[in-house]
């Protein structure tokens, strides 16, 4: 087995890919080529495909398409596809690869019919998905991310099809808030909310959101960080203060803090008086 200098030397480029958990995503897959063009081959699971520089030419069904970067692609599974570089210096990508439980069979000829969508808003919500599912600890930010891409997804590929535009249900979205707050340190996942419920895990996060104009996982966050000053107050250290109050690790509860507090826990542990 070659080094992964000699698969750079190869392929002209480097990847990195992980297995997240999170339900549906079956793997991730970050990689930069500049001048490997991949043969005919199919996947088992639903390709979502982001260009961050340069563009991909691919084959899908006998048909051409491309990938400009304010497009999102989505490969159906078993419908053999190429690619290759579109541009001298090759390109940079992001890829998701979602199991069935996010995306039917029945979208499968609508995305062979129309894989590439131009929509500024799933691109986004997409590339806001990679960096959540690169983050340890923010797993529920990241079903989250998911469940509404996959929304939209069906949108696009099904339309009629797709969720209703936010409707509001304050009862549901009480009984969301009351049980994360009853998990504050030890988290809960979207899907086991949804069957604690019960709702269906997109409605749920919209429910939420439009009763308390926050994400379910934004929620969630602030709370952990609230606990948090208390702690640090109290002159608790900041590795013990993230393993008491639900955070990954000591990073994990220095990203979020500095995002809500405007400093960092040991900084604002010295501040106080």
């Given at each position: 087995m070659g080094s992964r200098r000699d698969d750079q030397r190869r392929t002209g480029g480097n990847v990195s890919a992980w297995r997240p958990?999170?339900?549906?995503?079956?793997?991730?897959?970050?990689a930069h080529y500049t001048e490997y063009a991949y043969p005919m081959h199919v996947h088992d699971a639903w390709t979502l495909l982001i260009v961050d520089a340069g563009a991909v030419r691919y084959d899908l069904d006998r048909h051409e398409h491309g990938t400009p970067h304010d497009t999102v692609s989505v490969l159906p599974p078993h419908v053999p596809h190429n690619g290759s570089p579109a541009t001298p210096d090759g390109f940079r990508k992001r890829v998701l690869y979602l199991d069935a439980s996010r995306l039917g069979d029945e979208l499968i000829g609508p995305a062979v019919d129309a894989p590439d969508l131009r929509d500024p808003v799933l691109r986004r919500r997409v590339g806001h998905l990679h960096a959540a599912l690169a983050r340890p600890g923010d797993e529920l930010e990241a079903e989250s991310r998911l469940t509404l891409i996959g929304d939209r997804l069906h949108e696009h590929l099904k339309p009629g099809s797709g969720a209703p535009g936010t409707r509001r249900d304050p009862a549901l979205a009480r009984r969301l808030r009351e049980l994360l707050?009853?998990?504050?340190?030890?988290?809960?996942g979207l899907e086991e909310a949804a069957t604690l419920v019960p709702a269906h895990p997109a409605h749920l996060v919209r429910a939420f959101s439009g009763a308390y104009g926050i994400a379910p996982h934004q929620y969630l966050m602030s709370r952990r960080v609230e606990r948090?000053?208390?702690?640090?107050l109290a002159g608790r250290s900041p590795a013990e203060v993230a393993a008491a109050t639900g955070f990954y690790d000591q990073a994990h509860l220095t990203r979020h803090f500095k995002r809500l507090v405007g400093v960092?826990?040991?900084?604002?542990?010295?501040?106080?008086?």
């Open positions: 958990g999170v339900p549906g995503v079956v793997e991730v897959f970050h707050d009853e998990r504050i340190v030890a988290g809960i948090a000053r208390r702690l640090l960092t826990p040991g900084r604002y542990r010295t501040s106080a008086r």
